[in-house]
Nanobody, 124 residues
Framework: QLQLVESGGGLVQPGGSLRLSCAAT????????IGWFRQAPGKEREGVSV????????WYTDSVKGRFTISRDSAKNTVYLQMNNLKPEDTAVYYC?????????????????WGQGTQVTVSS
């Protein structure tokens, strides 16, 4: 069964850190682009960061540049999103998604596989 499973969400104070994990089962992330998206209550889903296993390129939305880092562990078939200096506006459900592609893809509509989501809450 082809599946993406996110973990690592939780409650953290402003300025804190979390590391989200996206583990793929049933398929390899080779030649896939893996994206992290988030959706806050009452807001549209937005792209946060993308990693291309094919060409190694990455993409970050402006609001997280310098704070978030996306990476991949090939041996574990897992992609991580390290989130530092978290802000209340980062509060959302975070989803990982994957699709076959040659380079980064930022449109959610182009992703084939989706995880179930993990809640991130940044609050004091």
């Amino acid at each position: 069964q082809l599946q993406l499973v996110e973990s690592g969400g939780g409650l953290v104070q402003p300025g804190g850190s979390l590391r989200l994990s996206c583990a793929a089962t049933g398929f390899t992330l080779d030649y896939h682009v893996i994206g992290w998206f988030r959706q806050a209550p009452g807001k549209e889903r937005e792209g946060v960061s993308v990693f291309s296993s094919t060409d190694g390129k990455t993409w970050y939305t402006d609001s997280v540049k310098g704070r978030f880092t996306i990476s991949r562990d090939s041996a574990k078939n897992t992609v991580y999103l390290q989130m530092n200096n978290l802000k209340p506006e980062d509060t959302a459900v975070y989803y990982c998604a994957a699709t076959l592609a040659w380079t980064v893809v930022t449109s959610a509509d182009e992703y084939k596989y989706w995880g179930q989501g993990t809640q991130v809450t940044v609050s004091s």
